[in-house]
C-alpha cells in the first residue's frame, strides 16, 4: 500500500534561519507532487507542484523554493526564513489524473 | 486561472439538521471536484468527490451534487451527528495542470 511521510512534525526556527522540510511517498511510482501551507485558521494554499522528477511549478514566489531529486522525494526549502512562514505545511501525492490526493502528517512550523 | 471560492465560512447547526456547503469556481476546464474533511490539528481527508461527467454523487449521509453550467459544486451532509463538526473544504482539478486548489475551507459545528 501507498504511504506518505512528511518530518518533521514540529519545528521553530529562528528568522533569517533555513529551512528544508522533506516529503516521501512509499509505494507508488511518478506521483503527482503536492506543498501546501496553511495558516492557523485558514484555508489551503497551495506553493508549489510536481508531476515529475525536477519539474516544479511555483504558484507563490516568496521566499520558498522546492525541489525535487527522486521520484517520489519532495523538499520545500527556504534560505532565510521570516515570520510570516509560520504555519501548517502539508505534503500530498496523487496518483495523478482525477483520483484523489494523500496527505502527509503535516509540519508546524514556527518562526520566531 | 484557476480559482475557487467557498461558503459560508462557518456553519452552525442542530443535530440530526442538514448542512450544505457550496463552492463556484471559474475554470470551466476544471473536472475534478473533491471534498476533504480536516478535524483539528489533522490531515485533511477525502470523504467523497465528483468527475465532471457526474451530477450528483451520494455516500450514505452525504451527497455532493455538481452544475458544470452554473460552475457550482455543494457538499450535503444529512442527519449531522457532533462527529461531523470539522473544517470541510472544497476542492479542484484540471487535467491540463494537475493543479490541485482548495477553496478557504467552512468550519462546521454540530450542536448536541
Known amino acids: 500500500s501507498q504511504t506518505i511521510h512528511q518530518w518533521p512534525a514540529t519545528l521553530v526556527q529562528p528568522v533569517g534561519s533555513p529551512l528544508s522540510l522533506e516529503c516521501t511517498v512509499e509505494?507508488?511510482?511518478?506521483?503527482?507532487l503536492y506543498w501546501y501551507r496553511q495558516a492557523a485558521g485558514r484555508g489551503l494554499q497551495l506553493l508549489f507542484y510536481s508531476v515529475g522528477i525536477g519539474q516544479i511549478s511555483s504558484e507563490v514566489p516568496q521566499n520558498l523554493s522546492a525541489s525535487r531529486p527522486q521520484d517520489r522525494q519532495f523538499i520545500l526549502s527556504s534560505k532565510k526564513l521570516l515570520l510570516s512562514d509560520s504555519g501548517f505545511y502539508l505534503c500530498?501525492?496523487?496518483?495523478?489524473?482525477?483520483?484523489?490526493?494523500?496527505f502527509g502528517q503535516g509540519t508546524r512550523l514556527t518562526v520566531v | 486561472g484557476e480559482n475557487v471560492e467557498q461558503h459560508p465560512s462557518t456553519l452552525s447547526v442542530q443535530e440530526g439538521d442538514s448542512a450544505v456547503i457550496k463552492c463556484t469556481y471559474s475554470?470551466?476546464?476544471?473536472?475534478?471536484f473533491p471534498w476533504y474533511k480536516q478535524e483539528l490539528g489533522k490531515r485533511p481527508q477525502l470523504i467523497i468527490d465528483?468527475?465532471?461527467?457526474?451530477g450528483e454523487k451520494k455516500d450514505q449521509r452525504i451527497a455532493v451534487t455538481l452544475n458544470k453550467t452554473a460552475k457550482h459544486f455543494s457538499l450535503h451532509i444529512t442527519e449531522t451527528q457532533p462527529e461531523d463538526s470539522a473544517v470541510y473544504f472544497c476542492a479542484l482539478l484540471t487535467d491540463s495542470s494537475y493543479k490541485l486548489i482548495f477553496g478557504s475551507g467552512t468550519r462546521l459545528l454540530v450542536r448536541p
Open positions: 509505494g507508488t511510482s511518478n506521483p503527482n
Open positions: 500530498a501525492w496523487s496518483a495523478g489524473g482525477r483520483t484523489e490526493a494523500f
Open positions: 475554470d470551466s476546464a476544471s473536472n475534478y
Open positions: 465528483i468527475r465532471s461527467n457526474v
